[in-house]
T-cell receptor, first 116, second 115 residues
Framework: AQSVAQPEDQVNVAEGNPLTVKCTYSVSGNPYLFWYVQYPNRGLQFLLKYITGDNLVKGSYGFEAEFNKSQTSFHLKKPSALVSDSALYFCAVRDGGSSNTGKLIFGQGTTLQVKP | IAGITQAPTSQILAAGRRMTLRCTQDMRHNAMYWYRQDLGLGLRLIHYSNTAGTTGKGEVPDGYSVSRANTDDFPLTLASAVPSQTSVYFC??????????????FGEGSRLTVL
């Protein structure tokens, strides 16, 4: 069975500092990994994904994520946080070997709070 | 471009009543999904449809049903609502991608309270 874990309920960072939101996963085949962001009272928006290739993936709004197969992690990063980055972030995984086409399993979510 | 439209935005419902949450997309995506979002549990898949005319069960399908008569519409029905179905419900569609790797597009959500 596939699963994904976000070990931190909340991450606090000062504006201008680098940020990291952690995600680890478990799949039986090759992982397809995604990050989504949710602003208050809104639906989720796609940020970036890793399917294959370069382990460092760049996405929207200056975010990037690094795929680490040995640590089964896909941490979201940004070099310099903005107050407007404050939101709820979800990591999601799909087992590339699964026959259940396209079904994503989401983590519990991590609230990012960027303070001025 | 509307994307995914959900209705109603919010609803208070008496236990035992039947409720249908509507979802319509204008992107002609084949795959569609219904998730519920609960604090501390993230998003959990209720039902999905890979193409018009087919549906499948997700992680938490009990008490819910779906239909997919055409590409654009994917309604979710609660036959007899219970308080544990109080949640925020999100409909999503998936853009085309090799082996299901396309990203999901989400609606704005339907907040349902069952009393």
């Amino acid at each position: 069975a596939q699963s994904v874990a976000q070990p931190e309920d909340q991450v606090n960072v000062a504006e201008g500092n680098p940020l990291t939101v952690k995600c680890t996963y478990s799949v039986s085949g090759n992982p397809y990994l995604f990050w989504y962001v949710q602003y208050p009272n809104r639906g989720l928006q796609f940020l970036l994904k890793y399917i294959t290739g370069d382990n460092l993936v760049k996405g929207s709004y200056g975010f990037e994520a690094e795929f680490n197969k040995s640590q089964t992690s896909f941490h979201l990063k940004k070099p310099s946080a903005l107050v407007s980055d404050s939101a709820l972030y979800f990591c999601a995984v799909r087992d590339g070997g699964s026959s259940n086409t396209g079904k994503l399993i989401f983590g519990q979510g991590t609230t990012l709070q960027v303070k001025p | 471009i509307a994307g995914i439209t959900q209705a109603p935005t919010s609803q208070i419902l008496a236990a035992g009543r039947r409720m249908t949450l509507r979802c319509t997309q204008d992107m002609r995506h084949n795959a569609m999904y219904w998730y519920r979002q609960d604090l501390g549990l993230g998003l959990r898949l209720i039902h999905y449809s890979n193409t018009a005319g087919t549906t499948g069960k997700g992680e938490v399908p009990d008490g819910y049903s779906v239909s997919r008569a055409n590409t654009d519409d994917f309604p979710l029905t609660l036959a007899s609502a219970v308080p544990s179905q109080t949640s925020v419900y999100f409909c999503a569609s998936r853009s085309p991608g090799l082996a299901g790797t396309g990203e999901l597009f989400f609606g704005e959500g339907s907040r349902l309270t069952v009393l």
